[in-house]
């Protein structure tokens, strides 16, 4: 279904941002990002204050997606639920590929989306499996 709705062009285009940064260039993946950088995973909660305390944690993972042969990633399903004015929930399965366009994995996630005077970015990012949808699609 193809979307008219501004805010919801922009958030698509906030994905479409990360989709094309995420293993490739650190500081404009971090650009999406508002600070403090919140990411919630199985394991942890992670709150980093700015630039470098994210560079430093997120350096290792995208120089070890390199070592990996990754080349890109591609979000295969993008459900947006705006629940205010300047709030949206995002939910998005990605797969991330190698240079010879083989799978390395399919990763999904929440995003916490908070519009500001500089637009859309994203406040909290929910790691899930690519196989569960955290937001319903139709409701």
């Not at 994905?15 to 995420?22: G, K, P, S």
């Not at 650190?26 to 919140?38: Q, T």
Request: charged share 25%.
């Amino acid at each position: 279904m193809v979307t008219t709705d501004p805010d919801d062009a922009a958030l698509r285009d906030l994905i479409a941002r990360i989709e094309a940064t995420f293993g490739l260039d650190l500081h404009a993946w971090l650009a999406c990002f508002a600070r403090p950088v919140v990411f919630v995973t199985p394991i942890a909660t992670l709150t980093l204050a700015d630039d470098e305390a994210a560079v430093a944690q997120f350096r290792p993972m995208f120089d070890d997606l390199v070592a990996r042969g990754f080349h890109s990633t591609k979000a295969d399903t993008v459900v947006i639920r705006r629940i205010d004015h300047d709030v949206a929930l995002v939910d998005a399965a990605f797969t991330r590929r190698r240079v010879d366009g083989s799978v390395l994995e399919r990763v999904g996630a929440l995003y916490v989306c908070r519009r500001s005077g500089e637009g859309w970015n994203v406040a909290v990012l929910v790691a899930h499996p690519a196989d569960i949808d955290a937001v319903s699609p139709t409701g």
